[in-house]
């Protein structure tokens, strides 16, 4: 059963013809080129393909694009501000929190969902937050050290990478 | 933190910088393209049909009806890829399809081209497959003691390496010694799961010519098997490695999707994706072999070791892999942390049918450091000597030479022990926290890359091409793959820093075997070593070119010049200062194009006997770990809560990255020591997913604490040393110690489940052993012992010893 | 990469649209809300229907809120989240919202419903795997074969009730609002899980789960749930208690086990003899010793399953414990050693 499908993505429309039983994942990835979104089990058992519905973390792998034709798609390529990294891009980066990188967006949009709620939340809280996401690569040490960086960006008391003293911790 | 710094950083200007990744933004703005994020114009997909039987002759393949399946391109069987292939020249076992037999419930009989992946995935089920079962083998017992046919027929049948090793006089050793202990081990498989499942695009030039896009962590090997196994020549094929989500060791061969899709590629004219469900990423394995160690120690009265004598059954999977250095990395570096003055070991791998094991993160040696860190914690107790004390009489010292020929160059054990245990309040603890809190100690070493190669030759291991613009942009080639651990900012750094540009001249183009120089591969902790020192190299090379240009044009003597950070400055401050691209402008103009290479081989180090392939490096890493838990004895539960861990890694090149290899490392070892196990029931995984196979979770992550230790390694790239791997090795055994601390039981067994603490406890309780784990060893016997001479140094340095 | 099989997908825009919609299209059809069971289920092949009926844009079905005669319903297409969070549940019925809050991950509780886990198919791991690994082992009785693999000669199929918040709606006397075209019923919430592993339910297959009807009367109430991990994992072991204290003794006790049988176990000797007494530690112990009875794990869901069962009586000790204002968990005795060496 293929269906007309309009999809609000990253502030852009999109209309295109799909089978109803693909899923986000596959119509991101897939249908409109949006690589960045990534895949670990497609069965809801590891966060990587995480993405925003109306700024709600969901997982893309079980959630079909017709019940989505009403709501605003954040994938990670959305988290920029124009040609500008958002500041968990940029912590992400600057930390090695994206070591193999390829649980990262799955990490970023949940991260992001956090902050939009909580400018300031503490270390228990992110790690609550991150609990849906599996990362295999880091320890998730840097990963919350990222969010916290970017959170005290945000804020405006951020500071540039240096000796890890100067992270707040 | 970096708390020694033996040599100091003033000198440089990048190295010892935390700078970020170079494919730390394209990662986190969704640019970086993996393997899977491919596509190509005419793109078909690619399913593999896999075994349902775990051991069976294939009697027919009946492919007829798939064939007939509209959108179905292609069906592909064992005919279409009859060569016999295998990573290693000991271990050609593989089939990229299985022709005469399957050997485990995922192992590849067919594959079908199709339009889409479903398509493909219902075309499989059109395939029939008549199989006639054969006994198999679940377990090391079951392959050494159950008749029938052998999982491959050969002279050794299913334990088909093995090995006996002695340096020294052990039996007389331990009959002199004042006291003799022995513990059994077993230390459970696990697999790599790294993030990204495995996939690749294949394209066929119908001039002769194919190229794979892979998820691997070395194109090299992947190239040169890949043409065996389609009977191309190399140069004809051509192997790209994109972006790696997570290979842990996992992603170090060919498999049979990639032969398959080449395969098919070459046949359908079409370029081919396959890319493989987390269910059949467990299939692929190559990850930890389940290893049952015994091992006994001998101990003068003032606790010296006087002998070592230790035996490995190693649960190979079905077929070799990396497993012929598997085992021997199982009784390679018990020498490297501890003086041993008389070692034995023997070994044997034996082929069950289950996913093939291989290298995951510490290659062969996690298993030995579990048995024997654990067996020193209880041996220091035996002997009433506080464990740090013990261990300190008995470490390794620097610039030293281990019994079985492995050369140690520098070793920061000693620095390591000392900041963990003051900063974890060790001495303070150990034995004294309240019933149900515990602190374990243990400590590990690591190679820095493999001495030899995995097929013999002389050639370098690694190799750097530079080109220099007259923009200023240093145009870095490497056959190098960042999986993720930060190589390619590695190499940045080191080059900015050898040739005296600003880092972010530096642009590197890496992993492919059409362009870029050989590098064998993200393994064996060999990329910082040996990619390092042939970019260090290369670009010394360079900057003599740069600097002499520079000496004659402005008639100033080369050793005025400082070159550093993109600036040629007179030491003095007086004249003229040049950047970076006006003195590469000089250069191309007096010199012509600027072009340089650099490689890097390892010293021979290999010992006077068979099977010393395996433990030489040109250099070690050491570290030291504490961890304390919380044990709840009403339900054996137990909670990991602080880890301290310092890492002797030579030099902290970018101490961010250095530090996230470490945290990694223990996430991975906690994994190890307390949930992942790979294990089979009724001839199937038991758990193929990432719900049921326990990966841990931010929720289980505990305060950690890491310490940096630089030892500045003689010849390390600027004293840097390994840190991917080593840091996985002491923490497991230190969770085991810290359980037996906090409730007075010991787990002789991984992963450390709740009801295996509480049948130690109940065994506790009944006066028996107050321990779980194995308590015999099957029948096995080991072949004729070789007798090795000690290393000619041995008697000049015992004798400086004492 | 899993994908879903292909089906009709019908989208109701109200409640009796979508119960006709179930009546029309009969045991070939499905309804749908987060998705989170249902889709990975169809991806394994484990559910196939033919047409999935998403009860998503139904607001009607989400409310939580309390009634005139002060029970509070639930509506069943509520997220997990939004019961978890839920000020009235959190006070009232502390069982249910913290049940919620563990089920799975964030990501799957904004995804996934009340409604949706209380229905939630029941587990094994010989079932939940991918057609090629059910293949493999011929198939069981609970989907496309003969036998169950964890009991081979038992005639009935054991896969487990793996609910978070079924076991509390039994502690805690819900009821249940069922909707069909011909109709609506009332259920409780004892009597609306079966124990067996395929017929797990007695939900007609026309009949949509509407709404949770949590009783007015004032108890005590909590979950304690068994995991090897703080997140993703279903639970082994899920213990609601629920009890009301009164001039020093406890009433209306009820004691439900999640996850030990194929649906939630009723420990109702254990609070029969607990009616009407002083909770003394003792007793609770003792307890806790006749609920474990009832609880028959198998070797199908995650660890040590005689070590599971050995957890029921430690998890109701607790639940307990913490019911009647005792810590829950003493500090750790050290046991009697014999020595050993």
Redesign the interface.
């Known amino acids: 059963m293929k269906i007309p499908l309009k999809l609000r993505v990253n502030g852009d429309e999109h209309e295109l013809v799909a089978p109803v039983q693909k899923t986000l994942l596959e119509v991101l990835?897939e249908e409109l080129?949006?690589?960045?979104?990534?895949?670990?089990?497609?069965?809801g058992?590891?966060g990587?393909c995480a993405v925003l519905v109306d700024g709600q973390p969901v997982l893309s792998c079980l959630t079909l694009p017709v019940e989505l034709q009403d709501s605003e798609i954040t994938?990670?390529?959305g988290?920029?501000d124009g040609a500008r990294?958002h500041p968990?891009?940029?912590a992400?980066?600057?930390?090695?929190?994206?070591?193999?990188?390829?649980?990262?967006?799955g990490f970023?949009v949940t991260a992001k969902a956090l902050l939009d709620q909580d400018p300031e939340p503490s270390r228990e809280r992110?790690?609550?937050a991150?609990?849906?996401?599996?990362?295999?690569?880091?320890?998730?040490?840097?990963?919350?050290e990222a969010v916290e960086l970017a959170a005290a960006r945000m804020r405006g008391e951020g500071r540039r990478?240096?000796?890890?003293?100067e992270i707040p911790a | 933190?970096i708390v020694v710094d033996a040599a100091g950083t003033s000198d440089f200007s990048i190295i010892g910088r935390?700078?970020?990744?170079p494919?730390?933004?394209?990662?986190?703005?969704?640019?970086?393209?993996?393997a899977?994020?491919l596509?190509l114009p005419r793109m078909a997909f690619c399913r593999l049909l896999?075994?349902?039987?775990p051991h069976a002759r294939i009697r027919s393949i009946h492919t007829a009806d798939a064939e007939a399946m509209p959108g179905v391109h292609a069906v592909i069987t064992g005919r279409d890829l009859p060569v016999i292939y295998g990573v290693l020249p000991v271990g050609q076992d593989e089939q990229a399809l299985c022709s005469d037999k399957v050997r485990f419930?995922g192992d590849a009989v067919a594959a079908v081209a199709a339009v889409d992946?479903?398509t493909a995935?219902r075309a499989l089920d059109l395939i029939r497959v008549e199989y006639e079962d054969l006994p198999s083998y679940m377990s090391i017992e079951d392959s050494l003691s159950k008749p029938g046919e052998p999982v491959h027929v050969g002279k050794y049948g299913n334990s088909h390496r093995a090995a006996a090793l002695q340096f020294g006089d052990v039996d007389a050793a331990l009959e002199a010694s004042d006291h003799v202990f022995e513990d059994t081990y077993f230390f459970q498989g696990n697999t790599?799961?790294?993030?990204?499942?495995h996939a690749c695009l294949a394209q066929w030039d119908p001039a002769g010519k194919l190229t794979l896009w892979t998820s691997t962590q070395s194109p090299h090997y992947v190239h040169k098997e890949l043409a065996k196994a389609l009977e191309l020549r190399e140069d004809q094929v051509r192997v790209i490695a994109p972006?790696?989500?997570?290979?842990?060791g996992g992603k170090l061969e060919l498999f049979q999707h990639e032969a398959a899709a080449a395969k098919l590629a070459m046949m359908t004219g079409r370029p081919i994706k396959a890319?493989l469900?987390?269910?059949e990423v467990f299939y692929c394995h190559r990850g930890r072999h389940p290893v049952l160690m015994w091992v006994k120690t001998g101990w003068s009265k003032d606790g010296r070791i006087t002998a070592m004598d230790f035996k490995s059954y190693v649960d190979g999977g079905a077929y070799m892999s990396y497993g012929a250095a598997s085992l021997y990395y199982t009784g390679a570096l018990q020498t490297v942390c501890d003086r041993i003055p008389a070692y034995r070991w023997q070994g044997v791998r034996v082929l069950t049918n289950k996913p093939p094991c291989g290298p995951k993160r510490g290659h062969g040696t996690p298993q030995p450091r579990f048995a024997l860190e654990c067996h020193f914690d209880a041996v220091a107790e035996?002997l009433g000597i506080p464990v740090l004390e013990l261990r300190r009489r008995n470490f390794v010292k620097p610039f030293s030479k281990t019994i079985n020929h492995l050369r140690i160059t520098s070793c920061g054990l000693e620095e390591c022990v000392e900041i963990v245990t003051r900063e974890a309040g060790f001495v303070q603890k150990h034995g004294k926290l309240?019933?149900?809190k515990g602190i374990g100690f243990a400590v590990g070493a690591y190679l820095c890359g493999a001495g030899l190669p995995l097929y013999w030759n002389d050639m370098p291991h690694s190799s750097v091409d530079l080109r220099l613009d007259r923009s200023g942009l240093v145009s870095v080639s490497c056959g190098q793959i960042d999986?993720?651990?930060?190589s390619d900012a590695m190499l940045m750094s080191v080059v900015a820093e050898a040739l005296g540009a600003r880092r972010e001249q530096v642009r590197l183009i890496s992993a492919d075997t059409d362009t870029t120089p050989i590098d064998l591969g993200s393994y064996s902790s060999r990329v910082t070593f040996m990619a390092g020192n042939a970019a260090i190299e290369a670009a010394r090379r360079l900057r003599e070119v740069l600097l002499v240009a520079a000496s004659e044009e402005l008639d100033v003597p080369v050793e005025e010049f400082l070159l550093a950070d993109g600036r040629l400055r007179r030491r003095d401050g007086t004249g003229v200062e040049l950047s970076f691209a006006e003195l590469v402008k000089l250069a191309e103009t007096r010199n012509g194009a600027l072009v340089a290479s650099g490689s890097y081989k390892p010293p021979k180090l290999a010992g006077p006997y068979k099977g010393s392939g395996v433990g030489p490096s040109p250099a070690y890493s050491f570290t030291a770990s504490i961890v304390e838990v919380d044990?709840?004895?009403?339900?054996?539960w137990v909670t990991v809560e602080r880890v301290w861990i310092a890492h002797d890694v030579g030099r902290a090149i970018n101490?961010?990255?250095v530090?996230?290899q470490v945290?990694?490392?223990?996430?991975?070892a906690l994994g190890e020591a307390l949930?992942e196990e790979q294990v089979f029931r009724?001839?199937?995984?038991?758990?193929?997913?990432?719900?049921?196979y326990?990966?841990?979770?931010?929720?289980?992550?505990p305060e950690?604490r890491t310490f940096l230790v630089e030892t500045v390694d003689p010849e390390g790239p600027f004293g840097a040393k390994e840190v991917g791997q080593g840091p996985l090795l002491p923490v497991i055994p230190a969770v085991a110690n810290a359980v037996y601390d906090a409730?007075?039981v010991r787990i002789h067994e991984t992963p450390i489940?709740?009801?295996k603490v509480?049948k130690a406890?109940a065994?506790?309780?009944?006066?028996?052993?107050?321990r779980y784990g194995p308590t015999s060893l099957p029948e096995y016997t080991f072949p004729r012992l070789l007798v090795v001479e000690q290393p000619a140094e041995w008697a000049s340095q015992e004798a400086h010893a004492s | 990469?899993?994908?879903l099989p292909p089906f009709t997908y019908l989208a109701p825009r109200t409640l009796t649209e979508a119960a006709e919609m179930l009546a029309e299209h009969g045991a070939g059809a499905m309804v749908v809300a987060g998705g989170t069971d249902l889709f990975p289920n169809m991806k394994r092949r484990q559910q196939e229907p033919a047409v999935v009926i998403g009860l998503r844009a139904l607001r009607e079905l989400r409310p939580i809120g309390e009634a005139p005669d002060g029970s509070v319903r639930v509506g069943a297409t509520a997220t997990l989240q939004e019961a978890a969070a839920d000020s009235v549940l959190r006070e009232r019925y502390p069982a249910l919202a913290t049940a919620a809050g563990l089920v799975s991950t964030p990501h799957l509780r904004h995804m996934g419903t009340i409604g949706g886990n209380i229905c939630l198919d029941t587990r094994c791991?010989y079932y939940?795997?991918?057609y090629?690994?059910r293949?493999?082992?011929d198939f069981c009785m609970k989907k496309d074969g003969q036998i169950c693999?964890v009991a081979p000669g038992s005639p009935r199929c054991w896969a487990v009730s793996s609910s978070d918040t079924a076991p509390v709606t039994v502690a805690l006397k819900a009821r249940f609002r069922l909707l069909s075209a011909d109709g609506e019923r009332i259920v409780d919430a004892a009597d609306y899980f079966r124990d067996d592993g395929i017929e797990y339910l007695t939900r007609r297959p026309n009949e949509i789960l509407a709404e949770v009807i949590l009783p007015a009367d004032g108890v005590a109430n909590t979950y304690w749930k068994l995991r090897?991990?703080?997140?993703?994992?279903f639970p082994i072991l899920g213990v609601a208690a629920a009890l009301r204290r009164e001039d020093g003794v406890v009433r209306d006790v009820r004691i439900a086990l999640g996850a030990v049988g194929s649906s939630p176990v009723l420990a109702s000797d254990a609070a029969a003899r607990l009616e009407g007494q002083r909770p003394e530690p003792d007793l609770i112990d003792e307890v806790a010793g006749l609920a474990w009875k009832g609880a028959r794990p198998l070797d199908n869901t995650?660890?040590?399953y005689?070590?599971r069962k050995?957890?029921a009586r430690?998890f109701v000790r607790r639940a307990l414990r913490e019911l009647v204002g005792l810590p829950p968990?003493e500090?750790?005795?050290?046991?009697?050693?014999?020595?050993?060496?």
């Open positions: 990835r080129d949006l690589t960045g979104t990534k895949h670990g089990c497609e069965l058992e590891c990587a994938t990670v390529e988290l920029l990294p968990l891009q940029d992400f980066a600057e930390l090695g929190a994206a070591q193999c990188g390829y649980c990262t967006p970023l992110i790690v609550d991150l609990s849906g996401n599996i990362c295999r690569c880091t320890g998730y040490v840097k990963i919350f990478l240096g000796p890890r003293e | 933190m935390s700078v970020p990744k494919d730390g933004l394209p990662k986190t703005t969704g640019q970086a393209r993996y899977d994020d596509k896999r075994s349902t039987r419930v992946e479903d995935e790599h799961l790294p993030l990204e499942q972006p790696v989500g997570g290979g842990f890319a469900t987390r269910e035996r309240p019933f149900g999986i993720g651990q930060g044990v709840d004895p009403e339900t054996g101490p961010v990255l530090e996230g945290e990694g490392s223990v996430y991975m949930m009724r001839g199937l995984h038991k758990v193929p997913s990432m719900l049921e326990k990966s841990p979770t931010t929720l289980e992550t950690m409730i007075g489940t709740p009801d509480l406890l065994a506790r309780a009944e006066g028996k052993p107050a | 990469m899993m994908r791991n939940d795997q991918n090629h690994w293949k493999s082992i693999w090897r991990r703080g997140s993703f994992d995650d660890l040590n005689a070590w050995r957890m430690v968990v500090p750790p005795v050290e046991l009697p050693m014999a020595d050993a060496g």
